[in-house]
């Protein structure tokens, strides 16, 4: 499993490197990032789901590999 953040909706709540702070983190102005290459560790799914749903403004995207 991947996520990826959508730079131009972000707005800065933080929720995602809150929820998830193995997957994601905080640059310099408070936008959520990647801290990785997106993929989600094992163990860290739950995190991963949650803070998609928790973003408002629906910038994370979770992406289901084959």
Do not use: W
């Amino acid at each position: 499993m991947k996520v990826q953040i959508d730079s131009e909706r972000c707005q800065g709540h933080g929720r995602c490197y809150t929820l998830a702070p193995g997957i994601f983190k905080e640059d310099d102005e408070g936008y959520g990032h990647l801290a990785g290459d997106g993929a989600v560790p094992p163990g860290e799914d739950r995190a991963a789901r949650l803070a998609v749903s928790n973003c408002p403004e629906r910038a994370i995207d979770l992406l289901q590999e084959a």
